[in-house]
Structure formats: C-alpha cells, structure tokens
C-alpha cells in the first residue's frame, strides 16, 4: 500500500481495467496539478505534452507558437500525445487543444479514462494568468473574452471525455479522489 491513500491498495487497483488517464480540458483547468498529484497516487508516471515537445525541441511552447505557429506546434505535440498514449500506468495531461482533433479522444487506446476538467472561463484566466507560464492563445487584447470563445468552441470535444468533473472549486486533491474512486467502481 502507498502513503496517503487511505489504506487502499494502489498498485492492485492501478493495474486493473485502466491502463492510462488522460485528462482533458481548457488552460487553468488544472491538468498538469491534477495529473502529478494522481500519478503519485496511482505509482505511475506523469506526462505533461508541452513539458514533453519543450524537452523535444529545446524551445518553449511560446516560442515555438511565436516562430513556427500553432499548428508546427500541434504536430509536434501530436507526437507526443502518440508517443505518450503509447504507455500504460502513465497519467497524461495535453493542452487544451489536442483532443480538438477529431476521433481523437474515440481513438485513444483501450484501457484508457479520460477526464475533462471543467472550468469557467474566469477561473481559467484568474489561473492561466497568474503564473510565470505564457499563454499564446490569450495574449490578445480580450483574454476573458477569447477564453469564453475558445473554451465554447472546445466543449464538443471535452464532453467526449468517460468521466467529466467541476474543476472550478475544487482542490487538486479532492479531484484525484474522484478519479480514483471512478477508476475503483468502473474496475
């Protein structure tokens, strides 16, 4: 059994059914915490796909969107996302754009939950704005605007996702253990 997992045994659990997560969902709404926080608590590995094309290119994501264009980035995280899916007991956090693509998330492989945390446009800007991290997609003249747009025209593709939870208020924590009490149940 592992610390701070209420007695449960993890490793049992996390060999079951499921074999990845992947979470879902527009900048701010916590994947990357979430991720880190669930894959500790499972014993697997992390894998954030902007960390994994920066540490590919050796550019930021901002950098790469600034030089080469969202969409050189999107191929770039796309292989990433392939080589990622590829892993069992491996938590995945994507960018809010890569399950825009579509069949993507239908096409993932079996053994594989996805989770799209849900959060308002305003807590996404409150959050995605108050790190160090550039945000390209919101460095326009109307963030919050731009962000109710995007996060409207991304809704179809989150919704696709098995289990949806209320990012909004929620802690990172509280999150994991209803990702794993989902992962528990559906076994």
């Given amino acids: 059994m592992s610390p701070g997992t209420g007695g449960r ?6 060999t079951s059914a499921w074999e990845r997560v992947v979470l879902v969902g527009f900048m701010g709404s916590g994947k ?16 954030d796909l902007d ?8 550019a930021k994501v901002a950098d790469l969107f600034r030089t080469h264009g969202e969409h050189a980035f999107r191929q770039l ?3 990433a996302g392939v080589a ?8 995945i956090a994507p960018g809010g754009g890569w399950s825009l693509v579509p069949g993507r ?5 079996d053994g594989t939950l996805t989770v799209w945390l849900r959060v308002t446009p305003e807590t996404a800007i409150r959050r995605a704005t108050g790190t160090t991290r550039v945000r390209p997609l919101l460095s326009g003249p109307d963030p919050a605007a731009r962000a109710r747009e995007l996060i409207q025209e991304r809704e179809p593709a989150y919704s696709r996702a098995r289990l949806q939870l209320d990012a909004d208020r ?7 253990d209803a990702i794993v009490a989902y992962m528990e149940r559906s076994e």
């Fill in 84 to 91: 990622a899916t590829a892993r069992v007991r491996v938590v």
């Fill in 105 to 109: 998330l239908d096409g993932l492989p």
């Fill in 170 to 176: 929620a802690s990172p924590s509280s999150l994991v």
């Fill in 77 to 79: 995280e796309a292989e």
């Fill in 51 to 58: 960390e994994a094309v920066e540490a590919a290119t050796g």
């Fill in 9 to 14: 045994n993890v490793s049992r659990m996390a």
């Fill in 32 to 47: 990357s915490t979430v991720g880190r926080h669930l894959a500790v608590r499972l014993g697997w590995v992390f894998v």
